[in-house]
């Protein structure tokens, strides 16, 4: 008898009729013989209505009350998901993030999970019963307010479950069939991938790829927990995300997937002089601004002005306080201007096979070109390449990379509705 | 500087609107320099949304996962009700009834308050913050599960926490202006009643007045709170509960006013056994059905049959009930048949001044006959009369008491929208 932990996204229950069919779902399994855990995000859009519900009240909701309104969202879900089980003749409880001893930061709408106790959730599992526990939500360990862990909160919830109560696998359902060697709806015919290492997949999600969000997967890694990525709407055998790359023998030289990402801008410091220290204070400036930067690139200094230009790369969302913060430095640091782009993207090719194999690089770059795409800045690590184009080439550069590493399958990727969370 | 308790009903907070428009009367209240606690509803048809959503994916949802669902209406209520608070300049914070140390039986759906442990919200007072607390719910102390109190609990969450904090004062903000000699709708010259003792509320919310739920004015006399009742729509003195009818001078003869009530129905067993035990088995085979009897009448036996017949009213929602339970003891108990009548209407006199005052039992009788309406049953106690009559006839019967004690006032009364809770 396995324990197995299952995570349906907001889309898996938007309405009734989906609330029974994932009910269906939970009690198959139990009825297999394994015990269950559900995990569930808000129904649909319930998370944006309170969002909007919230601004008419208040243009700028502290960040406390935001939470204690949003997980009413999941608490709904997680009653109603209980309900339809009930209705199909098994026991079923549900219990919120705080009551199933998930123990976070103080940091609301982004807590980061701290420890996990979930005596409530096997006390109920040792009765005999499924267990609901309301995603994306735990609670605070010093102020013991209740809290909201940012996006792919429920996933990370998940895999946190998972690991405490030492689960057998981590099942999270959403509207893919599972993980591909790039977005099936830009490239039709990329491949279903079986399994993926979890270092590929912590690339992957930190290049753009949407499935699993970054923080979800470090912790399936942390504490080895498989996460296996299915769809809800199909009975297809998905993807499994575990192991380590060192599993994969080197001569296959796999090269996983290609990944996009459209959520970054550019920011450029002009003529900062080429000295110690200089490129540190923006650094600093930045990070002061709770801005995490991404992509950097140093140009070479022009010797005879002794001046050079810092290039990075940072979330769209945070680009006109970057910008903001720089400019008000300007004198005491001392530089020309600031420039800013918000027409980026980012492809990165990733693949555990990329280290022992050095033509990958000619490979990507000449394939870029011969479609006349212009690469902007290039950045690598052991598993990955990774370049910035204009947004406008993004969805070019991922099928010809693609293309160019034989990447493709002979079936056409099915995408169904919703995007899920 | 006072502590004051207040409580807005769902309608008081259907939209943004009139959320900001209660959060700038809560904020005006703090400037005069009280300490505030507010307790809310749910948005209006919120609770009426989740029943239905519930019904959709279980026939018969279990109650535990019931109270899980309810209860977010009430924390997105307050949450937004905060921050609207601070949206005006003032420190808020909401709390769950479990955070605020509300504790109480573990019947899901009609628990009651066993004792209330505010230390969070005392703390909170303390720091300078406005609080919220999320009305109609509380905790289990047995098994720590989230628990709601049933019809008129927002009441009740709001007299528990005054009489917990050593409020000065509990203000319930309903859509009508304070307590009336009768109900506006009905007796147009119904009369606004500046002050009523516990005693004579208890009995007004006993015989179906629906402004305070009885567990809530019961609450409020226990603890000497005294409640004022208002509208959160005018700025009407409204009405305070407080105090015991010995501060009523006797000379004065004070009758309240008439209260009615829609919701009974009326069973009547015929042919019993006119012997010690027989009334007995009657009233154990409701009570086994956990049902209140409210009026009872045994009628005069018939000598020649020796048998008697046994009338009682309860809940109209447990008539059916009743009298299945009944009707399946006919052959064990011995009885001819079981009668059920739910077209009744129950309408009562209340006043300090009735015991001493013999004729006024005559007046009433006499009244009612006087405009034709037929009695069917009679209760009294000292403090008030209540008879049976057809519901078709309730509301003149009501009119007509009113009118033959004189309780008329000049104004004509005036009833806002929606029903509140």
Redesign the interface.
């Known amino acids: 008898m396995a324990l197995v932990v299952q995570k349906y996204g907001g889309s898996s229950v938007a309405t ?1 009729e989906r ?2 069919r994932v ?1 269906e779902r939970i009690v198959e399994t139990k009825r297999r013989g394994d015990d269950v855990v559900v995990v569930v995000s808000a129904m649909g859009d319930t998370t944006d209505e ?1 969002l909007d ?2 601004q ?7 960040a ?3 939470d ?2 949003l ?3 999941e ?2 879900s ?7 089980i ?2 199909l003749g098994a026991e ?3 219990f919120t993030g705080s ?1 199933a001893g998930v123990v976070t930061t103080g940091v609301h709408g982004n807590a980061k999970i701290i420890d996990v106790t979930p005596g ?1 959730v096997r006390d109920a599992l040792d009765e005999g019963s499924i267990v609901l526990v309301a995603g994306f939500q735990g609670v605070s360990q010093d102020s ?1 307010d209740v809290t909201t862990l940012g996006r792919g909160g429920s996933d990370t919830t998940a895999v946190a479950l998972a690991a405490a109560l030492n689960a057998d696998v981590c099942e999270i359902y959403t509207d893919v069939d599972g993980i591909f060697t790039a977005d099936p709806r830009i490239v039709p015919d990329a491949r279903h991938l079986e399994k993926v290492a979890f270092e590929e997949m912590l690339e992957m999600a930190a290049c753009g790829a949407k499935v699993l969000m970054l923080r979800c997967v470090e912790y399936a890694r942390r504490y080895d927990v498989p996460v296996h990525v299915r769809s809800s709407y199909t009975t297809k055998p998905g993807t499994i995300v575990s192991g380590s790359m060192e599993d994969i023998p080197v001569e296959e030289a796999i090269l996983t997937g290609v990944a996009h990402d459209r959520s970054e801008a550019k920011v450029t410091v002009v003529g900062l002089p080429d000295e110690p220290g200089y490129a540190a204070k923006i650094f600093r400036a930045v990070a002061d601004a709770e801005i995490n930067i991404d992509m950097v690139l140093q140009n070479i200094s022009k010797v005879e002005t002794g001046k050079t230009d810092i290039t990075f790369t940072l979330p769209k969302t945070d680009g006109p306080t970057a910008v903001t913060k720089l400019t008000a430095m300007q004198e005491e640091i001392g530089f020309s201007k600031v420039l800013y782009d918000d027409h980026i993207g980012k492809v990165s090719l990733i693949g555990a096979g990329m280290k022992s194999h050095p033509g990958v690089t000619a490979t990507f770059c000449e394939a870029l070109a011969e479609a006349g795409i212009n690469i902007d800045l290039i950045s690598t690590s052991e598993i990955r390449i990774s370049v910035l184009t204009k947004d406008s080439e993004l969805d070019d550069a991922v099928r010809v990379l693609h293309a160019a590493f034989g990447l493709g399958g002979d079936e056409i990727a099915v995408v169904h509705g919703g995007t899920g969370r």
Chains 1, 2 share one sequence.
Do not use: C, D, F, W
């Open positions: 009734a609330i029974r009910a309170l519900l919230a008419q009240v208040s243009p700028a909701p502290p406390r009350e935001m204690m309104l997980t009413s969202g608490r709904i997680n009653a109603l998901v209980a309900m339809a009930h209705s079923a409880r549900s009551q409530r013991k």
